[in-house]
């Protein structure tokens, strides 16, 4: 089995995003406690950035678990019913589908979100206050080539919100293809086949793969931020 290359590209698109956003989570996970002692008045708006970016990688986790929380049995006593038991997990999909797709897109707003309050720390880090380079210094971060790798990644995220709308369809779209893929190996010409389960399972075994990966990364992401907010509270 082959994995359809549009859904190979979008998990790419979205992977590249997401090392993007870790690039400035590692640099939070560093530099919180010390922003927090140092200077304080700066958490409000690194905790605004850090909840946008938990959003993001809890919508993408919600997601990926379509295709990762569904299991066949492939037990010899239960490979009659699971054809119907997928089939009930597709149409419900199918149903939430609209519904996935306005939760992925609602994502759009957050990268303007961060990007208002990264210019309000900006503001403030070159205010006479501080006379500092960018907002890095507030983290503890004295490097121009970790500053740039930093404003580097920012400005990624901040760019998706040109593509948002083709990466939001590329993400919903991925998820579909993978679980039709799942339902076609059960069978063709709107039949399924008790026979066809164990091949269904490789093909649905093959593509949880690619989107677990994934899922993996925003779920460890979705608790470092939250750990990252606990430490500014």
Known sequence: MTIAREIIDAIKLVNDTISNMRT???ACQSGASYLRANYPDARDDLSAMCAELQK?????????AVVTNFKFSVSRSALDTEPQRFNEHFIKHKAKASELHNQLNELRGHCHVINMHAENMNREAASNSFNFRNMFQFLG??????????????????????????????????VQQAMQAVQDALGSS???EAGNVLHASEVLTEHAALFAVLESRCSDSERDLQNILNSLA
């Open 24 to 26: 400035f989570v590692d």
């Open 56 to 64: 993001t990688f809890h919508g993408l986790a919600v997601a990926s």
């Open 141 to 174: 971060i004295d490097s121009l080539a970790r500053e740039q790798e930093l404003s580097n990644a920012l400005g990624q995220i901040y760019n998706e919100e040109l593509v948002f709308v083709a990466y939001v369809d590329n993400m919903a779209k991925a």
């Open 190 to 192: 709107g039949s399924m």
